[in-house]
Each structure stands twice: as structure tokens, then as C-alpha cells.
């Protein structure tokens, strides 16, 4: 089966820890997104690559980073910059604007907790 | 820039009633809209989109949307609202920048 697979489901981080959150996908998607969700929120962008070795900043990039050394794999770390990190965070891929077939899918998100 | 706006945040709607959920956009050139439906602790899954063609879309579970250029709106809709239809709806508009901005949600609650 095709989809993006986000891993782990829930995850812990204590004050001053970096974590990495892992998204993969098999759709051979060239566009990968990290979206970060609060409760009771939108989806905000965190950082978006459009091809292996490229990513643009999102509306709220700091205290997070990310690589594209792989098509398959987009890994989110969310460094201890970031001051609020307790969210939901949801992987998503998709294929160019240019085809007409494009749509985002979406992983089943991570939800990361600081204690 | 891009954005969406979904006015309601909140949509309440008895069972078996038809439902609405508002979506307008801002966009420069032609626009690529799509819906998506989240239920708890869940991603979001696609339910349908307008890319170019006909402005009445139809998607999964019964769902529709009408694309209407002149009032800059994407209204989703579905003819008989059912109790598994409760979750929270995003529209989205995919930019030219290659990204999807997504509105900020409505919630629908419908009522057995």
C-alpha cells in the first residue's frame, strides 16, 4: 500500500532535549511538508521541500529543522529553540502543482509532549 | 499571499438536515482548492478538489463543493448530513509557491 508513515505516534521530550520525528512515503512524491497543528488550530507550515536536497522555510521555522537527503524521507528535529513545541505534528507529500492530480496526502501525525 | 478563510467555527446541523461548510479564498491566477476532513488524532483526508472544469466538484462520502470565481468561495456541501460526518473540515488552496495553505478549520457537530 502507498502512503506516508509518520513515526512515533505520541512522543515525550524533556526541556532542553532535541527530538527528530521521522515521516516516510512511498508515493514518489517530490514535495514533502511538515505542518504543525495546536489544539483548536489550523495547520500551520513549518518548512516544505519541492526535491531531494531543497527546502524553503514555512511561517514558523524556528526552533525546527529539517533534511531532504532522501525522496522517500522528509525527518523533522524540533530543537530545544523552540519554546512551545507540545502539538501535533502532521507530515504531508504531494505531487507538483503542475499535474492535475495533485493533492496532499497526509501521515497520521505525531503527537509530541514536553515534560 | 495566499490565504483561506472559513467563517464558522463551529457548524451545527441535525441529521438527515443538507450542510454547509464556507470557505473563501485570495489567490492570484487561477486557483487550486481542495477539502479536507479530520477526525480526532487523526491526519487529514482528502474528500475533493477543483482544479479546472465543471464548478460543482463531487468527492467521497456524498460530499460536494461549488467553485464560485466571482465571490471567491468553495463552499462545501453534502445533501443529508449523517452522525459520522462530525469531525473538523479545512479548506486549502495550493500557491504557486509549491505549498498548501489551509484555513483554520470548521468544526461540524451533527446532531442524532
Request: hydrophobic fraction near 30%.
Amino acid at each position: 500500500d502507498g502512503g506516508i508513515t509518520q513515526s512515533p505516534k505520541y512522543l515525550f521530550r524533556k526541556e532542553g532535549q532535541n527530538v527528530t520525528l521521522s515521516c516516510e512515503q512511498n508515493l514518489n512524491h517530490d514535495a514533502m511538508y511538515w505542518y504543525r497543528q495546536d489544539p483548536g488550530q489550523g495547520l500551520r507550515l513549518i518548512y516544505y521541500s519541492q526535491i531531494v536536497n531543497d527546502f524553503q522555510k514555512g511561517d514558523i521555522a524556528e526552533g525546527y529543522s529539517v533534511s531532504r537527503e532522501k525522496k522517500e524521507s522528509f525527518p523533522l528535529t524540533v530543537t530545544s529553540a523552540q519554546k512551545n513545541p507540545t502539538a501535533f505534528y502532521l507530515c504531508a507529500s504531494s505531487l507538483p502543482r503542475q499535474r492535475h492530480d495533485t493533492e496532499a496526502f497526509f501521515g497520521q501525525g505525531t503527537r509530541l509532549t514536553v515534560v | 499571499a495566499q490565504s483561506v478563510a472559513q467563517p464558522e467555527d463551529q457548524v451545527n446541523v441535525a441529521e438527515g438536515n443538507p450542510l454547509t461548510v464556507k470557505c473563501t479564498y485570495s489567490v492570484s491566477g487561477n486557483p487550486y482548492l481542495f477539502w479536507y476532513v479530520q477526525y480526532p488524532n487523526r491526519g487529514l483526508q482528502f474528500l475533493l478538489k477543483y482544479i479546472t472544469g465543471d464548478n460543482l466538484v463531487k468527492g467521497s462520502y456524498g460530499f460536494e463543493a461549488e467553485f464560485n470565481k466571482s465571490q471567491t468561495s468553495f463552499h462545501l456541501k453534502k445533501p443529508s448530513a449523517l452522525v459520522s460526518d462530525s469531525a473538523l473540515y479545512f479548506c486549502a488552496v495550493l500557491s504557486y509557491g509549491q505549498n498548501f495553505v489551509f484555513g483554520p478549520g470548521t468544526r461540524l457537530s451533527v446532531l442524532p
